[in-house]
């Protein structure tokens, strides 16, 4: 089924949805209510309202993401992206960021500014160098770095300075019993701002940002229940093994970092184009992200090292963390164990940010909580007094003929991954007709719990629905003052035209037809997810205004013409904006034995259902030997590097003013091309004759430079 209307189910009978279904419906529809905020406040110039909202939908998309087999949902997919394409456009609009900001928006924030920020006044003497194990490096591009954090970053410094009170003590230890320099925690500064459940916007998790294959190398295990990737100690020793593996293969710490941020795949390709092991030798042929992550490091490091050399003296730091462990080994909701710890909710989450559920996970005797310091023994004596009806109970199912862990899972309102999860089996396990499964059963009370948790998120659902409901009131009654429609946000030139919806088509049909976003149908309809569309049913649906006229055509087509139309134009990914006939960048990944999707993505950094879509697969299942279709931007043996590793020797053969050949690649700006070859936007813009900055993967741009 097409994009967005796998979800849609608010007109079925209840039975026809499971429990796990509804929630990730409140989910979505919460995060496009957060998202549709974020655009309106944008929209009046709130940008403190704009980035709160943007990171409450990030927030919701991201609990999403631990739902089963969320990767292969076109709505969690299509509205996770929309959501962030658009924070990312936002960001490059506004002058500075405010501490609610996580760090991949300041990071994002960072590289689109580094190289402006003005460093004449930034004088760092020898004298005031500290004596580390890893180069401090003073140059134009570290000195960039501590400007932008004594600037317009210098809330979110003084914000890691005191959270690093927290977590440094326990840091310093575990690294320095690792063998490694204790100064690497101050990795974790611009790794993750210190905050323990923080999720990329490439899926990587916790303190030390792991993803989940490389953090399944270092013993961090992650499933339903729980993801040790945010366990700050657990992810704190392996980010110090992973770090003493990588020195022991690159030895130099520099390259360590490049390593951890990109891959050391990028490493031995920079190594190979460039002939030099030299960090600030390669920085020019490193992902942009990267290529100023080690001078983000050498910035923080020397403002937390000399805090009063750079007017950050009077930063309080926070507590250190005090806590102790206990044994639980029934499935017990956090709640109850908090009041069995004296103490709050958010103090046992907050020393215990592994847990990703409302309980202790199941199945899992002997699971060590940390409660605060001192309370473990009258833990004891309360965790002993708990009645055993409020502790989670397990029945056995009889697997019959012809059922399926979906369905058995369905039948008892439970997420497969659950019973994948406590009969502690592989997806590629096939049921045996007359085979027992564990089955968790929720007492009266634990049920109870649940019902509770499930009202709360209908109440927080309604309340967003009032917030809008009084907002469309002041507009009737003063329509000045009140916040512009969704199709204001849309890029200037586009133009509304409107549509009638035929019988049988989805938002998904509609979306690829007009080639917008299916998020974006819905916030300019206001459609909420789990509701159809209708045959009769009017949409608004904005498209550039020098199309419109075809657009027009395609709505008067019939469904097989709109279809045909789509094949035969050849649907591209958003992540793959070449088209297939042309094969630059494109390569062939031979599947071995133990892969998986979600470790192939991670390897050439593109997302788990582009790659489904790029090979039409139906699931998240492949075999060994199997090949897979995938577009890599830095695919090292494109015809695209190779032409401009050929017209770049030419530049460098001759002093007369040489015309190069550059070709864009992902990522790239024309300011970043301007900066490579010293020239100025202006000039690129001249020789190519663009009348903007839009510039596309795979397009060729004529430089014009004088060696010198």
Same mark, same amino acid.
């Given at each position: ?41 944008? *929209? ?19 609990? %999403? ?64 160098? =500290?004596?580390?194990?890893? =180069? ?32 440094? &003590? ?25 905050? &323990?459940? #923080? ?35 657990? %992810?704190?020793?392996? +980010? ?7 020195? +022991? ?12 941020? %990109? ?25 942009? $992200? ?50 069995? #710890? ?52 397990? *029945? ?43 089955? =968790? ?7 109870? !719990? ?13 309340? *967003? ?18 916040? &512009?429609?969704? %199709? ?39 459609? &909420? ?5 209708? #045959? ?9 205004? $020098? ?54 993505? +991670? ?42 590793? #050929? ?11 040489? !015309? ?12 970043? !091309? ?35």
């Amino acid at each position: 089924m097409p994009l967005t209307d796998t979800l849609s189910a608010a007109s079925m009978p209840d039975t026809t949805i499971t429990e796990e279904e509804k929630s990730l419906i409140l989910l979505l529809e919460t995060a496009r209510e957060h998202y549709l905020q974020a655009m309106q406040a944008a *929209a009046e110039g709130d940008s403190t309202a704009s980035a709160v909202e943007f990171e409450e939908a990030i927030k919701h998309l991201n609990e %999403a993401s631990y739902y089963d087999d969320v990767e292969s949902n076109a709505d969690f997919n299509d509205l996770t992206r929309s959501v962030l394409e658009d924070y990312e456009k936002y960001i490059a609009t506004i002058d500075s960021l405010g501490p609610q900001s996580s760090i991949f928006a300041l990071r994002e924030k960072i590289n689109l500014e580094i190289e402006k920020v003005d460093i004449t006044n930034i004088q760092i003497p020898a004298s005031l160098l =500290p004596k580390t194990d890893v =180069p401090l490096t003073i140059n134009e591009y570290s000195k960039r770095a501590i400007a932008f954090f004594m600037g317009k970053g210098r809330v979110h410094m003084e914000n890691w300075i005191h959270r690093s009170g927290k977590y440094f &003590p326990m840091m310093s230890r575990i690294f320095q019993e690792e063998g490694l320099p204790p100064e690497l925690m101050l990795l974790s500064l611009p790794e993750s701002g210190l905050n &323990p459940t #923080a999720r990329s916007w490439a899926k990587a998790v916790g303190l030390w940002q792991f993803m989940k294959a490389t953090g399944a190398l270092y013993g961090l295990r992650s499933t339903y229940w729980y993801d040790e990737r945010r366990d700050f100690e657990k %992810a704190t020793r392996a +980010a110090a093994r992973h770090m003493k593996d990588l020195y +022991a293969d690159l030895g130099d710490w520099h390259l360590v970092f490049v390593a951890y941020n %990109a891959g050391p795949g990028w490493v031995r390709r920079a190594i190979r184009r460039t002939g030099s092991t030299d960090f600030w030798e390669m920085r020019h042929r490193l992902p942009r $992200e990267t290529r100023n992550y080690v001078p983000q490091y050498i910035a923080v490091a020397l403002i937390f090292l000399r805090p009063e050399a750079f007017g950050f003296e009077n930063v309080q730091k926070a507590d250190s963390l005090a806590y102790e462990y206990v044994t639980v080994d029934d499935c017990v909701d956090l709640e109850l164990l908090a009041e069995c #710890a004296g103490t709050d909710l958010a103090t046992i989450r907050d020393l215990n940010p592994e847990l990703t559920q409302w309980c202790t996970p199941p199945n899992y005797p002997g699971y060590q909580l940390r409660v605060p310091a001192g309370a473990s023994l009258s833990f004891a004596e309360n965790y002993a007094r708990i009645p055993e009806e409020k502790k989670l109970d397990f *029945a056995t199912h009889t697997v019959r003929k012809g059922e399926t862990v979906g369905a058995i899972a369905k039948r008892y309102g439970l997420q497969t991954a659950v019973i994948f999860e406590v009969n502690r089996m592989s997806r590629k396990t096939r049921l045996k007709v007359g085979s027992t499964l564990i089955i =968790p059963v929720q007492s009266k009370s634990v049920a109870a !719990i649940v019902e509770v948790q499930r009202k709360r998120e209908q109440e927080e659902r309604e309340r *967003a629905l009032k917030r809008r409901e009084q907002q469309r009131t002041l507009a009737a009654k003063s329509p000045a003052r009140t916040r &512009p429609q969704a %199709a204001a946000y849309e890029p200037s030139g586009r133009v509304k035209l409107t549509y009638k919806v035929k019988k049988g088509e989805t938002i998904g049909h509609i979306a690829e037809w007009f080639r917008v976003r299916a998020s974006n149908i819905r916030n300019w309809n206001d459609i &909420p997810y789990g509701r159809h569309i209708y #045959a009769g049913q009017t949409l608004k649906i904005y498209v550039p205004e $020098e199309r419109a006229e075809e657009f027009r055509k395609i709505a008067s087509m019939d469904f097989t013409q709109k279809q045909q139309m789509v094949r035969s134009s050849g649907k591209r990914s958003a992540a793959a904006p070449a088209e297939r006939r042309d094969r630059t960048n494109w390569l062939q990944h031979s599947v071995k034995r133990g892969e998986s999707l979600e470790k192939i993505a +991670a390897k050439y950094d593109v997302a788990i259902a582009d790659i489904r879509t790029w090979n039409k697969l139906k699931s998240s299942r492949i075999n060994a030997g199997q090949t897979l279709e995938i577009y890599s931007a830095a695919n090292g043996n494109g015809a695209a590097e190779r032409e401009e590793a #050929a017209a770049t020797a030419k530049v460098r053969a001759g002093n007369d003013p040489t !015309i190069v050949t550059h070709v864009v690649k992902k990522g790239e700006t024309l300011g970043k !091309i301007a900066s490579k070859y010293s020239v100025t936007i202006a000039d690129v813009r001249k020789w190519n004759k663009l009348n903007g900055s839009r510039i596309v993967v795979g397009q060729k741009l004529k430089i014009i430079r004088q060696r010198t």
